[in-house]
């Protein structure tokens, strides 16, 4: 976050964003800045500040552009809001994009019903993800989950509520119209999380106890709050940058059980989501997290989630009409990560992969995808590109995206066919 373009690429408008860019573009083109890696790699879930980030659509771009990275896929939550801007800074950039959009959706009414699927927070509840959205549906699919967003709101403030319980007599208190929504991009079709609620109230816990020591002692003391030696030294010695964000993963990983309180009408249907992604041509992709038990990320604490009831699992996603399984190398154990491999081949799911960037501490390259047992997922990322190009053109003739997808039966051959187109285009 210390790098000196990043200021200029989280200006407030999105116009003044894209000018900062091509501006940069220039200074790389006359050899006046380089970028740090040129090593081609791919990341296909990346968090805006349309969600949680300290990245804008621009700065998510150029971020992916400095890191060397050939492809970049934006991925908020509830909101595709950011999508036009990250097109457009991808092409000033030179740089492959994909637009997509993560949710949550009910599995009530389904064999999934009562388990922990992928959420932490909640049984019968999942994660999902909407990838290679044509573009001619971006602003329909932004304008479909704006009441899921007002809905999710209403839940946001009754949280806000309770973290003020939580925090009586302490001197700090949090207000949601005034603390939180001015960080979020809510008036422009953004959406607000849990994410944001606590960044709010990291930057509270900070004005009130401004040295390290006396905000450790507080959580500790006040909030019985185990700080480890890991998370002590991310604090205390950390880049000023970081701090605030650690702070929150700090708060995620121990006090969101504590105010957290179930989703209900925010969340669509599985079955509705199933029937959104047909509509607009795109890929719906279950969201695997498997069982956590030491938490890359430090926001989760060991728990248990898929891996029990896999069979289970595939089978229903099947039966629900899903097109593809998308993970995260980082997060798993390579035992996990073979076995979920297995099954998409066996039931003939797409595999996408991305690293969710949601903090500056984040790296944008995957290392663990230098593992050959991972080189597939460089053509798919090029499949999910022609993909989402070949869809758009045909929903723009009129034709249904779908038939694009499905027309090649083989899962092979269709990923070499759409990564043939995805790479041409490069």
Not at 19 to 44: F, M, P, T
Not at 189 to 196: L, Q, V, Y
Not at 249 to 276: H, M, Q, T
Request: proline share 3%; glycine share 8%.
């Amino acid at each position: 976050m210390s790098d000196q373009h990043l200021l200029s690429l989280n200006q407030s408008e999105a116009q003044e964003r894209l000018c900062a860019l091509e501006r940069i573009s220039e200074l790389y083109s006359q050899g006046k800045i380089k970028k740090d890696n040129e090593g081609g790699s791919v990341n296909n879930h990346i968090h805006t500040t349309y969600s949680f980030s300290p990245y804008s659509p621009s700065a998510a771009v150029y971020m992916a552009w400095k890191n060397g990275l050939s492809t970049a896929g934006i991925m908020d939550h509830d909101s595709i809001g950011g999508a036009h801007e990250f097109i457009e800074a991808g092409k000033i950039m030179g740089i492959a994009t994909t637009v997509g959009l993560e949710c949550r959706v009910s599995m009530k009414g389904t064999r999934l019903e009562g388990k922990r699927i992928n959420n932490p927070d909640q049984l019968s509840v999942a994660y999902v993800a909407l990838h290679g959205i044509s573009h001619k549906y971006i602003d329909y699919v932004n304008e479909y989950f704006a009441p899921f967003r007002e809905k999710r709101n209403e839940r946001n403030r009754k949280m806000c509520d309770r973290i003020n319980s939580i925090f009586e007599n302490t001197g700090i208190r949090l207000d949601f119209n005034s603390d939180v929504m001015p960080i979020s991009n809510y008036g422009i079709g953004g959406s607000i999380t849990e994410r944001h609620i606590l960044f709010a109230l990291a930057i509270k816990l900070n004005e009130r106890y401004p040295e390290c020591d006396r905000l450790c002692s507080f959580l500790k003391d006040r909030l019985d709050m185990p700080l480890d030696d890991n998370i002590l030294t991310k604090l205390k010695s950390g880049p000023e940058e970081y701090y605030l964000y650690d702070l929150l993963g700090v708060l995620k990983g121990n006090l969101v059980e504590r105010f957290y309180i179930p989703a209900g009408e925010e969340c669509p249907s599985v079955s509705d989501f199933i029937g959104l992604s047909k509509k607009v041509g795109a890929i719906s992709a279950y969201a695997y997290l498997g069982d956590v038990e030491n938490s890359v990320t430090g926001d989760k604490k060991a728990q248990r989630f898929e891996d029990g009831y896999i069979d289970l699992l595939f089978e229903e996603l099947r039966s629900l009409g899903f097109n593809a399984v998308t993970y995260m190398p980082t997060r798993n154990t390579e035992k996990q990560l073979l076995q979920v491999m297995n099954y998409c081949k066996r039931y003939g799911f797409f595999e996408i992969s991305g690293e969710d960037i949601n903090s500056p501490r984040q790296s944008f390259i995957c290392k663990a995808l230098q593992n050959p047992m991972y080189h597939h997922l460089y053509d798919s990322t090029y499949a999910l590109i022609g993909h989402e190009m070949s869809v758009s053109k045909c929903l723009t003739k009129g034709m249904l995206g779908s038939q694009t997808l499905e027309s090649i039966p083989s899962l092979d051959q269709r990923v070499a066919h759409f990564a043939k187109i995805g790479r041409e285009s490069l």
